[in-house]
């Protein structure tokens, strides 16, 4: 059972823009945290940003000032807004809960910096 999915990645050049959409399932949504974490070629996935049900946000240093997380609870989406994309972005980014769920993890969505 497909429980959430992730979509909006493409190829951008250095300094473009991008917004990744999540849509989880309803019960996932209004129990939990979100995230959106990232693996890049070469290394571990990793936490980006994190989204409370009270609109608590968290980002890591890499992407604060350029990365807006946001949620819209009726429409149990989880957005990732990415602006000044750099090449160390690219990566294929994932969502899941704050606290990950082996059974959560999908495909992904690619995203490209291209300079």
């Known amino acids: 059972q497909v429980q959430l999915v992730e979509s909006g990645g493409g190829l951008v050049q250095v300094g473009g823009s991008l917004r990744l959409s999540c849509t989880a399932s309803?019960?996932?949504?209004?129990?939990?945290?979100m995230a959106w974490y990232r693996r890049a070629p070469g290394k571990q996935r990793d936490l980006v940003a994190r989204?409370?049900?009270?609109?608590?946000?968290y980002y890591v240093d890499s992407v604060k000032g350029r990365f807006t997380i946001s949620r819209d609870n009726a429409k149990n989406t989880v957005y990732l807004q990415m602006n000044s994309l750099k090449p160390e972005d690219t990566a294929v980014y994932y969502c899941?809960?704050?606290?990950?769920?082996?059974?959560?993890w999908g495909q992904g969505t690619q995203v490209t910096v291209s300079s």
């Open positions: 309803g019960s996932i949504f209004r129990i939990n945290s």
């Open positions: 899941n809960t704050y606290n990950p769920r082996s059974d959560l």
């Open positions: 989204i409370t049900r009270g609109d608590s946000t």
